[in-house]
């Protein structure tokens, strides 16, 4: 499927309240990148974003819309990326 307004489409398995969603790898990787990427659902994403910038962290990607929610992606101080999501209500 051809990207969209939110980037590529993804394929989404769901098994009991986890999920594993798959994406098309856009680049070539750097040695050493994991291709495993934890998606973590916080309760305000704005508040996390702000304590995590502020303590130093590199921001790979800056908070932005995503269908049903906004993220903002991270790297560790050992170079693992992390997605943070705000969490919808019904996941409180």
Same mark, same amino acid.
């Given at each position: 499927?051809?990207?969209?307004?939110?980037?590529?489409?993804?394929?989404?398995?769901?098994?009991?309240?986890?999920?594993?969603?798959?994406?098309?790898?856009?680049?070539?990787? &750097? &040695?050493?990148?994991? &291709?495993?990427?934890?998606?973590?659902?916080?309760?305000?994403?704005?508040?996390?974003?702000?304590?995590?910038?502020? &303590?130093?962290?590199?921001?790979?990607?800056?908070?932005?819309?995503?269908?049903?929610?906004?993220?903002?992606?991270?790297?560790?101080?050992?170079?693992?990326?992390?997605?943070?999501?705000?969490?919808?209500?019904?996941?409180?």
């Amino acid at each position: 499927m051809p990207r969209g307004e939110y980037g590529h489409p993804w394929i989404e398995l769901r098994i009991g309240n986890a999920a594993v969603m798959v994406f098309p790898l856009d680049d070539e990787r &750097a &040695a050493g990148t994991p &291709a495993l990427v934890p998606w973590v659902y916080v309760d305000d994403l704005e508040e996390h974003f702000s304590r995590v910038k502020g &303590a130093g962290a590199t921001i790979v990607e800056e908070p932005h819309p995503l269908p049903g929610s906004s993220l903002y992606v991270a790297e560790d101080p050992e170079g693992n990326r992390w997605a943070f999501l705000q969490a919808r209500r019904t996941m409180r």
